[in-house]
């Protein structure tokens, strides 16, 4: 009864909607901080030749379980994977962007042309334990090299990372650093994996749940444990470097000869695995020792089998994928992120009567590149002038243009500079507008 007494007196309030666990908005005044990273990557990536792919967020699941390894975490247990209820497709967000571009690479043929190289830019979807650096929905940006085998491309999609971090104020060596090792190729691994899945049986008192269900399925992925308790056998077990064979091994020093030449340090990390089955030779990943166990902000690796392995014409290919929420988080914390840029221009508009002249002097900046926000109105016309100077002072902007009504009626509009009081507040033409936009701008 009390319920449907309050359901006619008023409008029922709803409960909130929230947003799907581990998954973030990206708001003001945060997405200033992405706009600008994704800018600078966008326009390095493309001093390196690398041009834009945009793949669909939904493809077909059995893309990601045949490139990434049934047997592997994020087929495993991390996939949002779901049936299309119109026609009963099974579909999944994509956890990663590596075989979404082999696909659509594949299906036009693409690399008869020759090697291509490619970015994108993106949201990942992966059902994991939300924690800081870790969500459901994350970003990365990505970088791909197909159709092409030499050891100079591995060391060029790294430069191209040291070149992203010198642009962003990262020191590497102490920011971040490169650890680098060779996975060799699938005959070299499978001698391996013989003796580790001996090693590990030899030791089976000293493995935890995980890793014995893995000892004959991914003993490789058992070397990646975190589990503290399982180091020492993890540290004993034999290293596949020791079973490379000459090619490999070869392959390998020519990217560190390349990484020494043009003086990048890095660590040879034996036990360095990827979490995804489709890598072959070079694998790198770039850590940081700030954010915790989430201090990979970039892996890659070379992936030679994955094209024909999807059905494409056989050609070799490496690559990387970065975390962009990682790397925010790690900029933020070495105080590198830039602040937010505020308008240059603040219009103080005193009358509804000046409102046409103040548009189109207002229009006029904005074509000459000149950022100018507006005093909106309010219900019952323009706010007190007071009122929009104290907005004007908040919204940080270097300049207040004040549209009133004398000024206007003299065909004049004043600027009064905020930051820098002892500056006389001057009066221009408004028919000139276009030659005081050009001192505006060049006053930034
Ligand atoms: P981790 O070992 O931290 O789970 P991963 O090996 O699963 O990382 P990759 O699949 O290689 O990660 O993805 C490349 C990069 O994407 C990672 O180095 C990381 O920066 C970022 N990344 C991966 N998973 C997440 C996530 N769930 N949330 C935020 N960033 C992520
Ligand atoms: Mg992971």
């Known amino acids: ?14 409960p909130a909607l929230q947003a799907v666990k581990g998954m973030n908005d990206i708001l003001p005044p945060d997405s200033s901080a992405w706009e600008w990273f994704e800018g600078r990557a966008r326009e390095l990536l493309g001093r390196y030749g690398y041009a834009n792919v945009r793949t669909p967020i939904v493809e077909p699941t059995a893309l990601f379980a045949r490139a990434l390894g049934q047997v592997t975490d994020i087929v495993e247990k991390e996939m949002y994977s779901f049936e299309d209820a119109k026609n009963g497709d099974r579909l999944t967000l994509r956890p990663e962007n590596t075989a979404g571009v082999v696909r659509a690479m594949n299906e036009r043929s693409f690399l008869r042309e020759g090697g291509k190289r490619l970015y994108y830019m993106g949201p990942m979807f992966r059902h994991e334990n939300p924690q800081k650096g870790r969500y459901r929905q994350f970003h990365q940006v990505g970088a791909e090299a197909l159709g092409f085998a030499g050891p100079d491309v591995d060391a060029e999609l790294i430069l191209m990372c040291r070149a992203l971090w010198r642009e962003l104020g990262l020191v590497e060596g102490r920011d971040v650093r490169l650890e680098l090792n060779s996975l060799g190729q699938p005959d070299e691994r499978l001698a391996h994996r013989q003796a580790l899945i001996a090693h590990f049986e030899a030791h089976q008192h000293l493995l935890d749940a995980e890793a014995l269900r893995r000892i004959h399925s991914n003993p490789l992925r058992i070397l990646d444990s975190k589990n503290p308790a399982m180091q020492p056998v993890v540290e004993s077990a034999p290293q ?5 064979g000459e090619a490999s091994l070869a392959h390998f020093k020519a990217v560190c000869s390349v990484l020494d030449a043009v003086g990048l340090s890095y660590r040879v990390n034996p036990r360095l695995v990827r979490g995804m089955d489709y890598y072959n030779l070079t694998v790198f990943e770039w850590v940081t020792d700030r954010l915790g166990s989430q201090g990979t902000v970039c892996g890659g690796g070379r992936y030679d089998a994955l094209i024909e392995q999807l059905g494409g014409k056989p050609a070799p290919a490496v690559g990387w994928g970065m975390g962009i929420e990682r790397l925010l988080l790690l900029l933020k914390e070495l105080e590198l992120l830039p602040p937010v840029q505020p308008p240059a221009v603040y219009a103080v508009v005193p009358s509804a009567g000046v409102m046409g002249v103040a548009m189109s002097t207002m229009e006029a900046l904005r ?27 908040d919204s940080g902007a270097r300049y207040a243009l004040v549209f009133g009504d004398d000024e206007v009626a003299r065909g004049e509009v004043s600027l009064k500079n905020l930051r820098d009081a002892s500056v006389l507040q001057r009066a221009f033409p408004l028919h000139q507008v276009d030659q005081w936009a050009a001192d505006l701008l060049q006053a930034g």
Do not use: D, Y
């Open 240 to 244: 596949l470097m020791s079973f490379l």
């Open 367 to 393: 074509a000459h590149g000149v950022s100018v926000l507006m005093h909106a109105m309010g219900p019952a016309g323009p706010a007190r002038i007071r009122t929009q100077f104290e907005k004007a002072n």
């Open 1 to 14: 009864m009390n319920e449907n007494n309050e359901k006619i007196g008023k409008i029922e309030k709803k």
